[in-house]
C-alpha cells in the first residue's frame, strides 16, 4: 500500500518513479505511456550496422536518434545521459536494433552523413535526481511564463515548458498567429528563471499532440499516437464526403478541421469519378427527375420527380444514369423511373441490448379493475365460475 502512494506516474515522459528500499530514485520504463509509441516488431534480430543507434525519448513527441560512444552495453529502457547542445540532457532509450532504420527513413536521415549526437553514459541516481528536480519546475515555470508575456502585450501563448535533465536549460513551445517580437520576453525569462531559454513556435495541431488526450472516436488522439508531420485540411476534403459542415462536429481539439478527414478523401474521390455528373434534371414521358441524394460509396443516385422533396425516391446505379443521359442527348425520353419507393431502412439497427435507454427504468402499468361486493370481484373472486351460477349442487 505505501508503495502505490510513493510511486508517481509520468505520463509526459513514459515512465514512473519511486523511491527505493536505499532512499534512491528509481526510474521505470512504461510503454503504454508514451506519445508517438513506435512498435518493435523487429525485436530479437540483430544487425551489425544499427548495434550502437538508439531511439532516445524525451518529453511528450520529442525523440531523437543517438550513437552510443560508452561503451556500456545498452538496451531499451535504460535512462541515459545524451549530448544535447548546451551541456546534456537525460531521456529514455525506446527502441534499438534495425527498427531504427525505418525510423532513420521516416524522418530522412542518411546514416552516412547525418551527424548524431552521443549517449555519454548510462544515467546514475544522481542523475535521476536532478532530472526530477527540474521536471518539477515545469508547471510553476509555465504558468510563471504566461503571465510574463501577458504583461508585454504579447499575442502568444505558452503552451508547454520542457526542461533539460541538467536543470540549466528549458524549451518554451509557444502558439502564435503571427510573428512575434519576444526578444524582451527572453530577457525577462532568463532573469526570472536563471536558465537558457529556448523559444519554439508550434501550431495548434502540434499543441494537442504534446497535451494529448481521447478523440471523439474513443481512440488515442491521432496527433499524439503517430502523426508527426501534418497536413493542410480544408473544407473540401468534408465537401466530397457529402459531409454536413458543422463546425462543431468535424473540429477537433485543437480547434481545428479533425486530420481523420484527409484519411478516406482518395476513396471518395475514386468513387466519385465513376458517377456521372448532372447539369439538369433527367427527363422521362411521365415527367422530370431531380436528383435528391447521392450514395457515393454504394455508386447510386436517388431521384424524385418532385423537386426538394424526399418523399419518395427512387434509386438508379451510375450506369443506369449514364444510359438516361445518353438517351435525353439523343431526343429519347425514358417511359418513367417510377418503381417502388424506396423507404431504407439504416443498415444497422441497434438490438434491444445494445439500446442507449436499456437501463432507463420502464414504469409498468398497471391493470385497475373495478370491483364489486366488498373489493372482490364477483363470480368467485374474479374466477370465472363452473358450472353455470354456481348454485347448489344437483
Known amino acids: 500500500m505505501e508503495d502505490k502512494e510513493i510511486r508517481q506516474y509520468d505520463c509526459h515522459r513514459g515512465c514512473s518513479v519511486e523511491r527505493n528500499q536505499e532512499g534512491e530514485l528509481d526510474c521505470q520504463y512504461r510503454a503504454g505511456c508514451c506519445k508517438m509509441e513506435v512498435f518493435n516488431w523487429l525485436a530479437g534480430v540483430q544487425q551489425e550496422q544499427y548495434k550502437d543507434l538508439f531511439e532516445v525519448r524525451f518529453k511528450n513527441t520529442r525523440k531523437g536518434i543517438y550513437r552510443n560512444e560508452s561503451g556500456q552495453s545498452i538496451k531499451t529502457g535504460d535512462k541515459v545521459v545524451v549530448e544535447a547542445q548546451n551541456g546534456h540532457d537525460l531521456g ?47 508547471q510553476e515555470t509555465m504558468i510563471r511564463a ?27 513551445y509557444y502558439i502564435a498567429n503571427g510573428r512575434v517580437d519576444f526578444r524582451q520576453l527572453i530577457k525577462d525569462f532568463a532573469e526570472e528563471f536563471h536558465i537558457r531559454v529556448e523559444m519554439k513556435q508550434i501550431g495548434a ?40 459542415l458543422n463546425p462543431l462536429k468535424l473540429a477537433g481539439q485543437c480547434g481545428k478541421l479533425k486530420c481523420c478527414l484527409n484519411y478516406e478523401v482518395a476513396a471518395y474521390m475514386d468513387a466519385q469519378s465513376r458517377l456521372p ?52 442527348r439523343k431526343g429519347v425520353k425514358p417511359e418513367t423511373i417510377k418503381s417502388e419507393p ?13 439500446s442507449i435507454n436499456r437501463f432507463d427504468n420502464q414504469r409498468r402499468k398497471k391493470k385497475h379493475h373495478r370491483h364489486k361486493n366488498g373489493g372482490r370481484g364477483g363470480n368467485n373472486g374474479g374466477r370465472p365460475a363452473q358450472g353455470g351460477n354456481n348454485g347448489g349442487q344437483q
Open 205 to 244: 495541431r502540434q499543441e494537442a499532440g504534446l497535451i494529448g488526450g481521447l478523440g471523439i472516436c474513443g481512440r488515442e488522439l491521432c496527433c499524439s499516437n503517430y502523426i508527426s508531420s501534418f497536413k493542410s485540411i480544408s473544407t473540401s476534403a468534408a465537401r466530397c464526403q457529402d459531409l454536413a
Open 146 to 172: 504566461r503571465q510574463l508575456a501577458a504583461n508585454l502585450s504579447l499575442e502568444m501563448k505558452i503552451g508547454d515548458v520542457e526542461f533539460q535533465g541538467d536543470g540549466t536549460k528549458a524549451i518554451f
Open 342 to 354: 424506396v423507404n431504407e431502412e439504416p443498415e444497422f439497427v441497434a438490438d434491444e441490448e445494445e
Open 277 to 328: 455528373r448532372l447539369h439538369g434534371p433527367l427527363e422521362f414521358q411521365d415527367g422530370l427527375a431531380y436528383l435528391a441524394k447521392t450514395d457515393i460509396l454504394a455508386g447510386k443516385m436517388y431521384f424524385t420527380y418532385e423537386k426538394g422533396s424526399l418523399a419518395s425516391l427512387y434509386p438508379l446505379t451510375a450506369e443506369e444514369v449514364k444510359n438516361v443521359i445518353s438517351l435525353n
Open 92 to 138: 529514455i532509450v525506446t527502441l534499438e536494433g534495425p527498427i531504427v532504420a525505418r525510423q532513420m527513413a521516416a524522418k530522412n536521415i542518411n546514416p552516412a552523413d547525418f551527424e548524431f549526437r552521443k549517449i555519454y553514459r548510462k544515467a546514475k541516481p544522481y542523475d535521476i535526481e536532478k532530472w526530477r528536480e527540474a521536471t518539477a519546475r515545469e
